[in-house]
């Protein structure tokens, strides 16, 4: 079974409360999970290793070490999860980003792929897939079955907040992912809102309500 790591650091948290803050606005929303998006970025790459490097300071040769040469990919899911990329370059600005778009048919209710870009090599790299709101995880496990259908074997989701029903879903569907998330929130309502959430994450980010 996959592990769920909570980002619980003050300075996510913090931030977090003022991302769900309804008087918060466009601007600042857009801001703080850009940075709340860096800080979780810190987190998930907590055990990628590291080789040995010897460098020269003014003073004399020092091993050092550095991170092992590792081919990354960001995979945000379109549109919330754009929000989050930024954030996660500044700290990993080699990685490469590919874009996975997904509605849901309105009648079947199962998510239906629109626009898919991906890194040529994306089978051979260690992805990040963003969903900041993991709420049925109907999206997530629709992204993550495409990626697996493309032979990708080493992925974390990322995610702001999740509902129990969300991980519980992707962790069926996905025993080899493990997901971080800022926090777990109670439930989701009957429009498939997590409760209490922040809203909708893409209105909010593109200010599009
Ligand atoms: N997507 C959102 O943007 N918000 C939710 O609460 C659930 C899904």
Do not use: W
Not at 81 to 88: N, W, Y
Not at 101 to 112: I, S
Not at 183 to 209: M, N, Q, S
């Amino acid at each position: 079974m996959s592990k769920v790591y909570i980002c619980d650091h003050p300075l996510i948290q913090h931030k977090l409360t003022f991302i769900r803050d309804e008087r918060t606005n466009t601007k600042d929303f857009r801001e703080l999970v850009d940075e709340v998006a860096t800080l979780m970025a810190y987190e998930i790459t907590r055990n990628i290793p590291l080789e040995k490097m010897e460098v020269n300071t003014p003073v004399g040769p020092v091993q050092g070490r550095v991170i092992s040469g590792r081919m990354l990919g960001v995979i945000p899911i379109l549109r919330a999860g754009l929000g989050m990329v930024d954030g996660i370059l500044k700290l990993l600005p080699a990685a490469k980003v590919g874009h996975i778009g997904l509605y849901r048919d309105p009648e079947t209710l199962k998510p239906v792929e629109y626009y898919v870009k991906l890194p040529t090599d994306v089978q051979e790299r260690e992805l990040i897939v963003i969903d900041p709101m993991l709420a049925t995880g109907g999206s997530a496990i629709a992204a993550l079955d495409l990626l697996k259908r493309k032979n990708c074997t080493q992925i974390k989701l990322m995610c702001l907040i999740a509902a129990p029903e969300g991980i519980r879903a992707v962790q069926e569907a996905h025993p080899d992912v493990d997901i971080y998330i800022a926090a777990i929130d109670e439930k989701l309502d009957d429009h498939g809102y997590i409760v209490p959430g922040l809203g909708d994450a893409g209105d909010r980010l593109f200010g599009t309500k």
